[in-house]
């Protein structure tokens, strides 16, 4: 069992649709949360950290729920700019290496 | 604003030769990451360096080794390559290592392609 999971996807979705997508990960001592976003062959872009009772940023919204281990990623009025790969990522514990997720591919569709 | 700044970002390579990567973090960050991402994989954690000495490591390969210099700036020595070697490496830095300081900004990649 990976220690970071996602729904691979993908999510087609409309413009304008609200997306939700969550992540699970396996350790409860994990004590930093971020969301990256990552087109075809470029680098992870941060999206957002998310950090105790979560954040909204725009249109993005993540929340954490320490007590079952997830975190979700929640965007609005989707734009065809948000197809990408989104990538949930998680500190290891007592380190600062990131373990990131398998990724949930969205794609808006005109 | 400057990011982080990795050379070469494309390279060729035969198998069993060696590859030298770069990385130059964010002005003023003192600890770098690197990350290997095989094709339709998520990236995976190599090795970290904080004010140049290593500071965690992951599932780098024997053949692999890397380092920080006084200007921060790091490199990925990578021998004897395999087949297998071949897939996009990410360096990331940040400004610290305390929760407040801790956040990984990319750089584009170095895409390695080993024949």
């Known amino acids: 069992r990976k220690e970071v999971e996602q729904d691979p996807g993908p999510f087609n979705v409309p413009e304008g649709a609200t997306v939700a997508f969550n992540c699970t990960y396996s350790?409860?001592?994990?004590?930093?949360f971020f969301w990256y976003r990552q087109d075809c062959r470029k680098e992870p872009k941060l999206l957002m950290s998310?950090?105790?009772s979560g954040n909204e940023d725009g249109r993005f919204t993540a929340q954490l729920n320490r007590a079952s281990q997830y975190i979700s990623l929640l965007i609005r009025d989707s734009k065809l700019s948000d197809s990408a790969t989104y990538l949930c990522?998680?500190?290891?514990?007592?380190?600062?290496?990131?373990?990131f997720g398998t990724g949930t591919r969205l794609k808006v569709l005109a | 604003a400057a990011g982080v700044i990795q050379s070469p970002r494309h390279l060729i390579k035969e198998k069993r030769e060696t590859a030298t990567l770069k990385c130059y973090p964010i002005?003023?960050?003192?600890?770098v990451y690197w990350y290997q991402q095989g094709p339709g994989q998520d990236p995976q954690f190599l090795i970290s360096?904080?004010?140049?000495?290593?500071?965690d490591k992951g599932s780098i390969p024997d053949r692999f080794s890397a380092q920080q210099f006084s200007d921060y700036h790091s490199e990925l020595n990578m021998s004897s390559l395999e087949l297998g070697d071949s897939a996009l490496y990410f360096c990331?830095?940040?400004?610290?290592?305390?929760?407040?300081?801790?956040?990984?900004?990319f750089g584009p990649g170095t895409r390695l392609l080993v024949l």
């Open positions: 998310v950090y105790s």
């Open positions: 990522v998680v500190n290891a514990p007592g380190t600062y290496k990131y373990i």
């Open positions: 360096f904080y004010e140049k000495m290593q500071s």
């Open positions: 002005p003023r960050h003192d600890t």
């Open positions: 990331a830095s940040s400004l610290g290592t305390t929760s407040a300081e801790e956040t990984q900004y």
């Open positions: 350790n409860s001592a994990s004590q930093s």
